[in-house]
């Protein structure tokens, strides 16, 4: 067997651990004679696990009781409609950061349930850059300020949260949940998909402040009602039980490796490695701002379009898949999220110098 090192961007590459424990696992759970997926979401073992997923999430992100944790389904694009189908009912307006083609993508779906403003966007710059935010020019009535914690295509991050004072912050932080420390009650919401830095796709996961409970719109489905959700536990209906499991899996390995605060420093460091080799290089291009730099999502480019496919072909056959740039962009992105080990990536930083050398 001849495991790769994969820089896809989602879903992405696991711990290696958690993998070996699943397989584990496999045929016969504890000692249920059973797999997880095959346990009734009602049981008290698949109980056990899910509120053991919910406690180690709320370990790990510092998650007091004021905030209910959501174990969802619908994806991140999901939660696109379900945040103004929640939250959209007071003056019947929001702002929203527009920094990238997920959190565009989000302020286009906000439309069709109240007045999504546009109040900073950098899309004009193919979103290079996190935009200024000036708070003089915040709604003060908006029932919500949104915003893309990280952004995934084109690989920018916010350097500093806006504060948005009495208007809670909801934030996607599908690209960068765990990865590095952040101070949960400056938000009102913040949600991800699971699959890229959490655990397998299927689940996604919404932390949002009691408080902002109870204004759903009338016409929200059930299953996106984040009300309706927490008083049935996230289970209403079936809730994705193996993705749920494995996303504990990984939260405990996370655990192991002590915990967001340890890990964090550690994706500074992988980050640098790459960033270093294209500071380094006048033959590779970062297309993004210095201080905008994601550290999950690292984009670059060679001198032209067929050396970039010459670089995901040549990495590829040495072991380092999925680098190829989103559609959209092009290029090439090394997606290094906690579970890429520093030696895949120094691994690709290595490649990235001799490819210069050989094609300069
Ligand atoms: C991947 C991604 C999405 C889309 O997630 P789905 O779970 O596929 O709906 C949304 N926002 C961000 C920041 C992402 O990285």
């Known amino acids: 067997m001849n495991r790769v090192y994969n820089f896809a961007p989602g879903p992405s590459t696991m711990p290696q651990e958690v993998l070996e424990t699943a397989a584990r696992e496999m045929l016969c759970y504890g000692d249920s004679g059973m797999n997880v997926m095959e346990m009734s979401h009602r049981s008290k073992q698949y109980q056990a696990i899910f509120d053991e997923t919910e406690a180690v999430l709320r370990d790990l992100m510092h998650i007091p009781q004021e905030y209910s944790v959501l174990f969802l389904q619908g994806g991140a694009t999901g939660q696109f409609a379900a945040v103004p189908m929640n939250l959209m009912t007071g003056s019947g307006r929001a702002d929203y950061v527009d920094s990238g083609n997920f959190a565009h993508g989000a302020m286009v779906e906000a439309k069709k349930y109240g007045q999504a403003r546009c109040v900073a966007s950098s899309r004009e710059d193919n979103y290079t850059y996190i935009p200024e935010l000036n708070p003089a020019d915040f709604d003060p009535e908006a029932d919500y300020f949104y915003i893309t914690t990280n952004n995934t295509i084109f690989g920018t991050r916010y350097a500093s949260l806006p504060d948005t004072g009495k208007v809670p912050l909801v934030a ?112 590779y291009r970062a297309p993004v701002q210095k201080p905008f730099r994601s550290r999950m999502n690292v984009t670059f480019t060679t001198p032209n379009p067929d050396l970039d496919a010459e670089f995901v072909k040549a990495a590829a056959a040495q072991g380092m898949v999925n680098l190829k740039g989103h559609r959209l962009v092009g290029g090439i992105r090394a997606s290094i999220y906690n579970a890429m080990p520093v030696e895949g990536v120094e691994k690709l930083a290595a490649f990235m110098k001799k490819f210069e050398t050989e094609n300069k």
């Open 172 to 283: 996607d932080m599908s690209s960068n949940i765990l990865s590095e420390v952040y101070d949960i009650t400056r938000f009102g919401v913040a949600y991800a998909g699971a699959q890229k830095n959490v655990g397998p796709a299927g689940l996604t996961i919404v932390i949002v402040r009691r408080d902002l409970l109870g204004r759903a719109m009338p016409t929200t489905p059930k299953i996106m009602d984040w009300t309706v959700m927490t008083d049935k536990g996230s289970m209403l209906n079936t809730p994705p039980t193996y993705a749920i499991y494995m996303a504990g899996l990984c939260m405990k390995w996370l655990k192991k490796q002590g915990g967001v605060e340890a890990i964090e420093k550690v994706n500074i460091e992988k980050a640098k490695l790459l960033y270093d080799v294209l500071d380094d290089s006048d033959f």
